[in-house]
């Protein structure tokens, strides 16, 4: 456990980099980034709290089951919605034109418009929950290894 | 001999490499583009999603991304697998 210092600043940055990573997915079919990148900056954050506190602290809140589990219904989701368009062709667009992300934007450089996309920003979600807790969990159980993630002040 | 050997690898290895650089395709000028120039006009409209590298990702190449997703699901597996056996051996042993 490092000093006290670092294990407040810590504190406050975890939201910050929370809901960075949740802009980065949540925004994925607009600006760069996606399900990828944004879950590995939320996993960053992970890392910084397993640096600041031990792993006996990070234990308490993130259990490597409960995090396998999410990262295989990330993967379910991921492949459903895959699956869903199947009518037509694996991985096809089904969602375009409906209520749903379906609004289409107008061709070339424009502001934008979070209900585009059609399936996109729900697989960004699903993948952005896969490797976040997928990626944890490897955190996770690295430090397990690695005898707690006891660090001497 | 070993020193010959060594030598001669090498300098197979600086050919190859400077061959590579003199050879190398110029950037940004693709033999066939056809396929570019249809995703880069047509993404918008067909996905409606504003970043076409996304609709290439998880549309047009979709099944590629099931394929590294599930590269990830794999090195996750392989960690845990092996990192907690390790892990409680030690603890018992």
Same mark, same amino acid.
């Given at each position: 456990?490092?000093?006290?210092?670092?294990?407040?600043?810590?504190? /406050?940055?975890? !939201?910050? &980099?929370?809901?960075?990573?949740?802009?980065? $997915?949540?925004?994925?079919?607009?600006?760069p980034g996606g399900g990828f990148q944004g879950g590995a900056v939320i996993v960053s954050g992970v890392v910084m709290l397993l640096v600041a506190f031990n792993y006996q602290e990070v234990r308490k809140v993130l259990r /490597?089951?409960? !995090?396998? &589990?999410?990262?295989?219904?990330?993967?379910? $989701?991921f492949i459903s919605l895959a699956f869903a368009g199947i009518g037509a062709v694996f991985f096809y667009n089904f969602l375009v034109g409906t209520p749903i992300f379906g609004r289409i934007p107008p061709t070339g450089p424009n502001p934008g418009d979070i209900w585009t996309g059609g399936v996109i920003p729900l697989m960004n979600l699903a993948v952005g929950i896969k490797v976040a807790a997928g990626l944890s969990a490897v955190v996770l159980a690295m430090a397990?290894?690695?005898?707690?993630?006891?660090?001497?002040? | 001999m070993r020193r010959v050997t060594g030598l001669i690898s090498l300098l197979v290895l600086v050919a190859f490499l400077v061959l590579g650089v003199v050879l190398i395709h110029p950037f940004g000028y693709p033999d066939v583009s056809d396929m570019d120039d249809y995703i880069i006009e047509n993404a918008q409209e067909e996905t409606g999603s504003n970043n076409v590298v996304t609709s290439v990702v998880f549309d047009y190449r979709g099944f590629d991304t099931l394929g590294e997703a599930t590269i990830l699901f794999t090195a996750v597996t392989g960690v845990l697998l092996l990192l907690r056996t390790l892990k409680h051996k030690e603890e018992s042993a």
């Open positions: 456990m490092l000093s006290k210092i670092v294990r407040t600043v810590t504190n /406050e940055f975890m !939201l910050f &980099i929370a809901v960075f990573g949740l802009y980065v $997915i949540a925004h994925g079919h607009l600006t /490597e089951r409960a !995090l396998t &589990i999410m990262e295989s219904t990330g993967a379910l $989701i397990l290894f690695s005898g707690g993630g006891e660090v001497e002040e | -």
